[in-house]
T-cell receptor, first 115, second 115 residues
Framework: ETGVTQSPTHLIKTRGQQVTLRCSSQSGHNTVSWYQQALGQGPQFIFQYYREEENGRGNFPPRFSGLQFPNYSSELNVNALELDDSALYLC??????????????FGPGTRLTVL | DQQVKQNSPSLSVQEGRISILNCDYTNSMFDYFLWYKKYPAEGPTFLISISSIKDKNEDGRFTVFLNKSAKHLSLHIVPSQPGDSAVYFCAAPAYGSSNTGKLIFGQGTTLQVKP
């Protein structure tokens, strides 16, 4: 059973550019969530996708968008990058089932630096 | 509005002693809490959880205590080992225990266990 993987590991962009981050969910998982972790802070929820539909969004502007594919891999897209977007971006996958509690399994993250 | 707070940025304990990490929350609707551990260059790893219908949950060396009236939870590690040195996050699902995808995280506490 493979875990959650993310690519790339590190990325450097300049202000105003666009970036796409990728996440491969753990096998069998149907839900993916994305988080932004600024230095010295806890992760902040960006949005969640369940069966390819957005299923909840945090306090992030529309220039943060996402996709979930039929194989449950996922992308996070950020347009018009700002300096404050520099952070570690984490994705987490889980198997959402009727009733019960699903556990989030996190990937290692992508470190984005905006210059 | 920080709904989950970890007021101690760091904690240092001697190997073999007890580590106590604290967490406070403000939203009385939270019904489920989790602790995650994070090593450098890795994603957060689920450690232990507790439902609001309980006041204690134990898993090996790790015990989480919940005091609902004080809106406070704590993680006890006994005995502490050098391999426990990591950043610890407490978290609560914004949507309740049936959907842990939107986790509200505290700022984290860096635990150092000295040999």
């Amino acid at each position: 059973e493979t875990g959650v993987t993310q690519s790339p590991t590190h990325l450097i962009k300049t202000r105003g550019q666009q970036v796409t981050l990728r996440c491969s969910s753990q096998s069998g998982h149907n839900t993916v969530s994305w988080y932004q972790q600024a230095l010295g802070q806890g992760p902040q929820f960006i949005f969640q996708y369940y069966r390819e539909e957005e299923n909840g969004r945090g306090n992030f502007p529309p220039r943060f968008s996402g996709l979930q594919f039929p194989n449950y891999s996922s992308e996070l897209n950020v347009n018009a990058l700002e300096l404050d977007d520099s952070a570690l971006y984490l994705c987490a996958s889980s198997l959402k089932q009727r009733g019960g509690t699903d556990t989030q399994y996190f990937g290692p993250g992508t470190r984005l630096t905006v210059l | 509005d920080q709904q989950v707070k970890q007021n101690s940025p760091s904690l240092s304990v001697q190997e073999g002693r007890i580590s106590i990490l604290n967490c406070d929350y403000t939203n009385s609707m939270f019904d489920y809490f989790l602790w995650y551990k994070k090593y450098p260059a890795e994603g957060p790893t689920f450690l232990i959880s507790i439902s609001s219908i309980k006041d204690k949950n134990e898993d090996g060396r790790f015990t989480v205590f919940l005091n609902k009236s004080a809106k406070h939870l704590s993680l006890h590690i006994v005995p502490s080992q050098p391999g426990d040195s990591a950043v610890y996050f407490c978290a609560a699902p914004a949507y309740g225990s049936s959907n842990t995808g939107k986790l509200i995280f505290g700022q984290g506490t860096t635990l150092q266990v000295k040999p």
